[in-house]
């Protein structure tokens, strides 16, 4: 199941449109940030208990470039790369970047070569369409990414073919209980003033049927978990601009349904304060999905034929034995 298609009739957003958003949000983006670096570090608490020593890293969906940093301290003698599908995140990953004054960026060319760069490479691209070689990387790290793509599915596919064999994947992303608040309210407010139900924020993939496409794409020993955080807000005016910048509506909107929307701004936020808390504020939550799996040894040949490990030699049923 794909975001794009969970629900009959709902509208399909694209890699465009998603670009946009972001080129729009890049530059106020910190004010909303707290998630993803809480999220980041939550990973990392993780990757603490993997015994792994890549040669070479890749940050997919790197945004304005927060979690590089750290992931060139972790794995110091490899080459981190970046890449995500804002030109304007990007820009401001590269600026974040030029203030490192890390000793290897004094060497000579060749020097810095021959010992490995440590500075992030940066790459424009869909999550799906990466313009790396096979098996490039021995790590691919994406932090709160993979719910902006429509097609999950690919996009595993894609991640498997730019894994070298035996390499891991870590990844966090938003599960079908975010924003749940906003979407009941959204459902009270149509139906109230009979207004067409629409798909006002991305329809998030279950941690189940990542973990299904995981085994699909040539991932092996998938280990998927899920935690709730709530985040609490002074206002339902607040609580709406942060969602925006998050940029959690990646659908095409027409005239009619923008008028609309305005038409029913005033009963949306009276709806959002009818659900302050006994302390005041008003509740969102997210549903964190976190996973991580290996890239399986092939067992087949690209022209289909078995293949046979050498160290998979002898090892049969224990009755062949």
Known sequence: MSPSSARPGRPAYDSRRVRQIFDRRAATFDEVAFLPREIAQRMRERLDYIKIAPTSVLDIGCG?????????????????????????????????????????????????????ARGPRFAEADFAALPFASDAFELLWSNLALHWHPRPDLVFGEWQRVLKVSGLLMFSTLGPDTLKELRGVYAEVEAAHGVPTRAHVVDFVDMHD???????????????????????????????????????????????ATHAAKRLHRALVAALEARRRDDGTIPLTFEIIYGHAWKAVPRRTAEGHGIVRIEDIGRGPASHR
């Open 210 to 256: 990542l973990g299904d496409m995981l085994v699909e794409n040539g991932f092996e020993i998938p280990v998927m978990d899920q935690e709730t955080l709530t985040v609490t807000y002074p206002s339902a005016d607040k609580l709406l601009a942060d969602v925006r910048r998050w940029g959690a509506y990646p659908f095409e909107r027409d005239r009619e």
């Open 64 to 116: 304005p470039g927060d979690d590089l940093p750290d992931l060139r301290t972790r794995f110091p003698d490899a080459p981190v790369f970046g890449a995500d599908l804002s030109h304007a995140m990007l820009l401001r990953a590269t600026h974040n970047d030029a203030g490192d004054t890390s000793w290897r960026r004094f060497l000579p060319a060749s020097i810095g070569k021959a010992l490995g």
